[in-house]
């Protein structure tokens, strides 16, 4: 879980634009649900900011 978390975390990083899920999930070859429980981990230690439009959610990383 570790090494999945740290390349999410990675990618996170790198984009200025930031990720759904399911863009995230598509580029990581990972399934949906292992993203979202990721984000929702990084979420609670306040790594990441989410900005909402329309029905999706998109991750930044927060640089915190």
Same mark, same amino acid.
């Given at each position: 879980?570790? *090494?999945?978390?740290? &390349?999410? =975390?990675?990618?996170?990083?790198?984009?200025?634009? !930031?990720?759904?899920?399911?863009?995230?999930? #598509?580029?990581? *070859?990972?399934?949906? &649900?292992? =993203?979202?429980?990721?984000?929702?981990?990084?979420? !609670?230690?306040?790594?990441?900011?989410?900005? #909402?439009?329309?029905?999706?959610?998109?991750?930044?990383?927060?640089?915190?």
């Amino acid at each position: 879980m570790e *090494k999945t978390r740290n &390349q999410i =975390i990675g990618e996170l990083r790198k984009s200025q634009t !930031g990720y759904t899920i399911s863009e995230l999930s #598509k580029k990581l *070859k990972l399934s949906r &649900q292992t =993203i979202a429980n990721c984000f929702a981990f990084l979420e !609670g230690a306040q790594k990441v900011n989410i900005r #909402k439009v329309g029905m999706a959610k998109i991750y930044y990383w927060s640089g915190k």
